[in-house]
């Protein structure tokens, strides 16, 4: 028998990969985790309104499909989805105005994997992607962690700036563009059709891929709906358009997909194979017999109806409950609204102080992926009731008052 020499000094394991180890804590998590506690109005979760979730409707589909076909329900799937599932995104885009067939989709878990596919299908360490500024927090960590240099480009209240656009894309090479065109998280703004038409076409004329991220479009509580970016002339073979289930029905159904061109969905797939081998069947059955079962549309109209009088509960506080000097957006839809704060305001730096009283925001910088507007910051308006949003805006009225 060898004996197993005794190891006095074990030798250390190999450190975190970098791209793992330049990812540190955030200091603004670490405030946030304390508005856990349940006396916090938490204005800074991106959280879809609990109540509002058809519970009965989702456990009724989930209650078929295993009673129906639980054999294959409960087994692996294909990495692309269930074609039931496929059949109806592809019925539900075809509607709104983009032909597309089962095949164009690829289920995802959640749109944020449909992120993190993409950083991986179509980015080299050092490549550049164009974000928004500021830019949807998650989507900076998924082109992060692939290694991208992320360029903010900038913009104004309705969105990018189509000139500035060009001009970093003859300058800086991009590979590709990210955007929420509709009801941005997170200033809640809306890109006019106009510029959909310009952004469509620099893509078009630079060669460029545009990854256009729709978690929001069907919460529109008032005016007309404006026509995806990849519903333009030229754009079907440039633009990957990104859904979810999320906001719409529920997100811990952990249900996206991607509409994506074939080759680029391909790689996709297989990089998500690579990943989970496939989003959960039972939860992809389900969704596919809620929308053949039940009426999505009229649930998603109830829901934007409750929406729209929460945000114009928050719209009616926000005068009182910010200093003097202070702008704010006005969205026609979705979760969030942006606040600005005249100077020196720096909303990170006040936020512990306003946290002592009972609510909370999400400070603006860490949405920026250039230099930071610090005076800025994140509303959700759809988690409470519009009581709790006054009496939670006449606490951040103190809080603020108290600095
Ligand atoms: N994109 C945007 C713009 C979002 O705001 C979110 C959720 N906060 C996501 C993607 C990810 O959503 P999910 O993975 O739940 O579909």
């Known amino acids: 028998m ?19 180890r330049s990812i540190g804590g955030s200091p603004v998590r670490d405030i946030l985790a304390v508005t ?9 979760g991106g959280l879809p309104a609990p109540e509002l979730f ?7 589909a989930f209650r078929t499909v295993l009673a129906q076909d639980a054999a294959r329900a409960l087994q692996y799937s294909t990495t692309e989805g269930e074609p039931a599932l496929r059949a109806a995104l592809a019925d539900r885009t075809t509607i709104r105005g983009l032909p597309t067939t089962a095949d164009d989709i690829l289920v995802t878990t959640g749109s944020q994997q449909a992120l993190s596919l993409l950083a991986t299908a179509l980015l080299e360490p050092g490549d550049t992607v164009l974000v928004e500024s500021p830019c949807y927090l998650a989507a900076l960590q998924a082109f992060g962690f692939a290694g991208a240099r992320v360029v903010p480009v900038p913009g104004d209240a309705d969105g990018v700036d189509v000139e500035a656009l060009e001009a970093l894309v003859a300058r800086e090479r991009p590979k590709l563009l990210y955007t929420v065109p509709t ?22 004329r630079r060669g460029l891929w545009i990854v256009e991220d729709d978690p929001y479009g069907e919460l529109r509580f008032e005016g007309e709906r404006v026509p995806w970016i990849a519903s333009y002339e030229g754009a079907a073979d440039r633009v990957v358009l990104l859904g979810s289930f999320s906001k719409v029905m529920a997100p811990g159904l952990r249900l996206g997909w991607l509409r994506a061109p074939a080759g680029l969905r391909r ?11 496939h989003t959960p069947t039972v939860n992809q059955l389900a969704a596919a017999r809620y929308l053949t079962d039940r009426d999505l549309d009229a649930h998603v109209a109830r829901v934007a109806g409750v929406y729209r009088e929460r945000r114009d509960a928050m719209l009616a506080g926000l005068a009182d409950a910010l200093p ?26 006040l936020l512990p102080e306003v946290v002592r009283h009972d609510v909370a925001y999400v400070p603006g910088a860490p949405f920026y992926a250039g230099e930071p507007d610090r005076s800025t910051l994140r509303l959700c308006f ?12 006449r606490r951040l009225g103190e809080g603020l008052k108290s600095l």
């Open 267 to 277: 790689a996709c797939a297989v990089a998500k194979q690579a990943a989970d081998l």
């Open 36 to 44: 856990a506690r349940p006396e916090v109005i938490n204005f800074a």
């Open 54 to 60: 058809d519970t009965e409707g989702i456990a009724e």
């Open 324 to 349: 003097p000097g202070s702008t704010w957006s006005r969205p026609e839809g979705g979760m969030f609204l942006w606040a600005r704060l005249p100077e020196p305001y720096d909303t990170t730096a």
């Open 382 to 393: 759809v988690t409470q009731t519009p009581q709790e949003i006054a009496e939670g805006l």
């Open 183 to 204: 009801f941005q998280n997170p200033t809640g703004r809306t890109l006019p059709a106009a510029r959909r038409a310009a952004v469509a076409e620099v893509a078009l």
């Open 2 to 20: 060898t004996a197993v020499p005794s190891v006095s000094a074990p030798a250390p394991v190999p450190p975190l990969a970098e791209r793992a």
